[in-house]
């Protein structure tokens, strides 16, 4: 026989009153990052000052801002053409990355005729390719964006290919038992299956677009971040040289940013944006 | 796009074409030459219209390969024999979505909801006219789901999922609903609901039922016909017919009649 247990709605859970800490710990806990960084750049301004290290060899955080503060549209506009080309590079390695890789998940023939050349292309170091683009393209803007282009291009491809090919295959033969088109069985199923990998592709095609582009204007340009470190270089402008590479990272940070919370919000059912 | 209008009655082809689903001599192959390795051999099999059929047998006898044959998911060349459902070749009958498939695991789109995944062949479906169709709130409703339209897969349990894919296989009316092992990763709990649920649904659609399962209890429990499959190559060694009076509940489970049937069907599994 079964014995029926009385049921102890007497007993209630103990739930510990929601204990908040007092406000300066939240405060502190919110913005203790960027603490962090303000103490690390007091410590260097101070460091430089008391050791008095030379501003050639490590100019002081004051002496960056004030590069900043002189010529202000020399930088800014230098970061703004910077930023253009390497947006384009990205969104050119996005288009030709997403296109290229169904095809290449879809035909095998396409992948096995076409991909070991764009392998040579990928092995081959940028360095090596740009003096050729600045030959081919001139001075402008099309030889940076390429540059770009070409970092960014090959993570977008790899991991559409594999977002593509690793779709649930019984979900794509639920699909095919109705009757869907291949046209259908790529929209519902293969496309969105490859969402999660293209954007955590962007992760690194984004920051490497920054990458690209710099390197571009580095070789052969007469604007931007890269073309501005050169010429600071050249001058030994350390100063300069600091600002622009903190310029370029704020760039980099700046696009990567932008790719996780698009990613956050178009796809929010897969798990790594949930957790 | 054009859509093919479907005769609901009086398929094409002979009289002896009346049994929904037929196979004759059916022999399936995988592999070529030396390494050639016989599946399935000699089934010979008619389906019902309303039947509800499983087909039970040891690991790797088989069953899931007839099953996936019927569904025409096998590669070109490998089935021998005939097979035809409604009078046309599995090919045909996909054109014209005249079966539905369940696998073992729900295989839900994780980015659609419960509601959109139900929708899913309906959005991709050439061969049924629009009265043909169900509405997936309906269907939603009828595997007990209403409530949970909008939550996206990762938020059900396992049986709802299972009862997600169910509601999602019924969408274009399926002549037949073929069945792999749809509870075989399922809990004993959620599994003994899932019968009387699953065997409510299909009272309330005209479908005939092909479940293929390793499970003794399901089978007597669900099936008007039980088939026994011998181990490679996968022969039907026997038939048994269910003859309990519908509609069952968990009742039966523990009437003596019911385990004399297991007991019968489990030696005919063991003379297989």
Same mark, same amino acid.
Request: overall charge neutral; aromatic content about 6%.
């Given at each position: 026989? =079964?014995?029926?247990?009385?049921?102890?709605?007497?007993?209630?859970?103990?739930?510990?009153?929601?204990?908040?800490?007092?406000?300066?710990?939240?405060?502190?806990?919110? =913005?203790?990052?960027?603490?962090?960084?303000?103490?690390?750049?007091?410590?260097w301004?101070?460091?430089?000052?008391?050791?008095?290290?030379?501003?050639?060899?490590?100019?002081?955080?004051?002496?960056?801002?004030?590069?900043?503060?002189?010529?202000?549209?020399?930088?800014?506009?230098?970061?703004?053409?910077?930023?253009?080309?390497?947006?384009?590079?990205?969104?050119?390695?996005?288009?030709v990355?997403?296109?290229?890789?169904?095809?290449?998940?879809?035909?095998?023939?396409?992948?096995?005729?076409?991909?070991?050349?764009? /392998?040579i292309?990928?092995?081959?170091?940028?360095?090596?390719?740009?003096?050729?683009?600045?030959?081919?393209?001139?001075?402008?803007?099309?030889?940076?964006v390429?540059?770009a282009?070409?970092?960014?291009?090959?993570?977008?491809?790899?991991?559409?290919?594999?977002?593509?090919?690793s779709?649930?295959?019984?979900?794509?033969?639920?699909l095919?038992?109705? /009757?869907?088109?291949?046209?259908?069985?790529?929209?519902?199923?293969?496309?969105p /299956?490859?969402?999660?990998?293209?954007?955590?592709?962007?992760?690194?095609?984004?920051?490497?677009?920054?990458?690209?582009?710099?390197?571009?204007?580095?070789?052969?340009?007469?604007?931007?971040?890269?073309?501005?470190? =050169?010429?600071a270089?050249?001058?030994? /402008?350390?100063?300069?040289?600091?600002?622009?590479?903190?310029?370029?990272?704020?760039?980099?940070?700046?696009?990567?940013?932008?790719?996780?919370?698009?990613e956050?919000?178009?796809?929010?059912?897969?798990?790594?944006?949930?957790? | 796009?054009?859509?093919?209008?479907?005769?609901?009655?009086?398929?094409p082809?002979?009289?002896?074409?009346?049994?929904?689903?037929?196979?004759?001599?059916?022999?399936i192959v995988?592999?070529?030459?030396?390494?050639?390795?016989?599946?399935?051999?000699g089934?010979?099999?008619?389906?019902?219209?309303?039947?509800?059929l499983?087909?039970i047998?040891?690991?790797?006898?088989?069953?899931?390969?007839?099953?996936?044959?019927?569904?025409?998911?096998?590669?070109?060349?490998?089935?021998?024999?005939?097979?035809t @459902?409604?009078?046309?070749s599995?090919?045909?009958a996909?054109?014209?979505?005249s079966?539905?498939?369940?696998?073992?695991?729900?295989?839900?789109?994780?980015?659609?909801?419960?509601?959109?995944?139900?929708?899913?062949?309906?959005?991709?479906?050439?061969?049924?006219?629009p009265?043909?169709r169900r509405?997936?709130?309906?269907?939603?409703?009828?595997?007990?789901?209403?409530?949970?339209?909008?939550?996206?897969?990762?938020?059900?349990?396992?049986?709802?999922?299972?009862?997600?894919? @169910?509601?999602?296989a019924?969408?274009?009316?399926?002549?037949?609903?073929?069945?792999?092992?749809?509870?075989?990763?399922?809990?004993?709990?959620?599994?003994?609901?899932?019968?009387?649920?699953?065997?409510? @649904?299909?009272?309330?659609?005209?479908?005939?039922?092909v479940?293929?399962?390793?499970?003794?209890?399901?089978?007597?429990?669900m099936?008007?016909?039980?088939?026994?499959?011998?181990?490679?190559?996968?022969?039907?060694?026997?038939?048994?017919?269910?003859?309990?009076?519908?509609?069952?509940?968990?009742?039966?489970?523990?009437?003596?009649?019911?385990?004399q049937?297991?007991?019968?069907?489990?030696?005919?599994?063991?003379?297989?």
């Open positions: 026989m =079964t014995t029926v247990l009385p049921r102890r709605s007497t007993v209630r859970a103990v739930i510990p009153p929601d204990v908040l800490p007092p406000w300066p710990l939240r405060a502190l806990r919110a =913005t203790r990052v960027w603490l962090v960084l303000v103490a690390s750049v007091g410590v301004e101070l460091a430089v000052a008391v050791l008095d290290v030379p501003n050639y060899l490590v100019p002081a955080p004051s002496a960056v801002v004030r590069e900043l503060l002189v010529k202000p549209e020399l930088y800014l506009g230098a970061l703004g053409s910077t930023a253009l080309a390497a947006v384009l590079g990205f969104a050119a390695a996005v288009v990355g997403v296109v290229l890789g169904v095809l290449f998940a879809r035909s095998p023939l396409v992948e096995e005729l076409v991909y070991p050349f764009l /392998n292309v990928r092995v081959t170091p940028t360095v090596a390719i740009a003096p050729l683009l600045t030959i081919w393209f001139g001075r402008g803007l099309v030889p940076v390429v540059a282009f070409l970092i960014a291009f090959f993570p977008v491809l790899v991991q559409v290919v594999l977002g593509v090919a779709a649930d295959r019984q979900l794509v033969d639920v095919r038992i109705a /009757n869907a088109s291949e046209l259908s069985v790529l929209r519902k199923v293969q496309i /299956n490859a969402m999660p990998y293209l954007f955590s592709s962007f992760r690194v095609a984004a920051p490497g677009a920054v990458v690209g582009a710099l390197l571009g204007e580095f070789l052969g340009a007469s604007t931007g971040l890269g073309y501005l470190i =050169t010429v270089s050249g001058q030994l /402008n350390t100063s300069a040289v600091f600002l622009l590479a903190g310029l370029s990272c704020v760039l980099g940070i700046a696009l990567f940013q932008v790719c996780v919370l698009l956050r919000r178009l796809v929010r059912w897969h798990p790594s944006v949930r957790l | 796009m054009p859509r093919t209008q479907i005769a609901p009655a009086a398929p082809g002979d009289a002896a074409t009346a049994d929904l689903v037929r196979l004759r001599d059916v022999c995988h592999g070529r030459g030396d390494r050639a390795t016989v599946a399935v051999e089934v010979d099999l008619a389906i019902g219209r309303r039947e509800f499983c087909v047998g040891p690991s790797g006898c088989g069953k899931s390969t007839m099953l996936k044959a019927i569904a025409g998911l096998l590669p070109a060349g490998t089935v021998q024999g005939s097979i @459902i409604e009078g046309r599995p090919e045909d996909r054109r014209a979505n079966f539905a498939y369940v696998f073992q695991e729900p295989v839900l789109a994780p980015w659609r909801t419960a509601l959109e995944n139900v929708r899913l062949p309906l959005e991709v479906a050439r061969g049924r006219s009265e043909q509405s997936p709130e309906e269907l939603l409703e009828l595997v007990g789901l209403a409530g949970a339209a909008d939550k996206l897969p990762g938020q059900l349990s396992g049986g709802m999922r299972q009862r997600v894919s @169910i509601a999602r019924l969408t274009l009316h399926p002549s037949v609903l073929l069945m792999d092992e749809p509870f075989g990763a399922l809990d004993e709990i959620t599994r003994d609901h899932m019968h009387t649920e699953l065997l409510s @649904i299909w009272a309330a659609t005209d479908a005939s039922v479940m293929v399962t390793h499970s003794l209890t399901e089978a007597v429990f099936a008007d016909r039980v088939l026994v499959m011998s181990p490679r190559p996968g022969r039907i060694t026997a038939e048994l017919a269910v003859e309990f009076e519908r509609p069952r509940t968990h009742q039966l489970k523990s009437d003596l009649a019911f385990h049937k297991v007991d019968e069907l489990r030696a005919a599994l063991e003379d297989a």
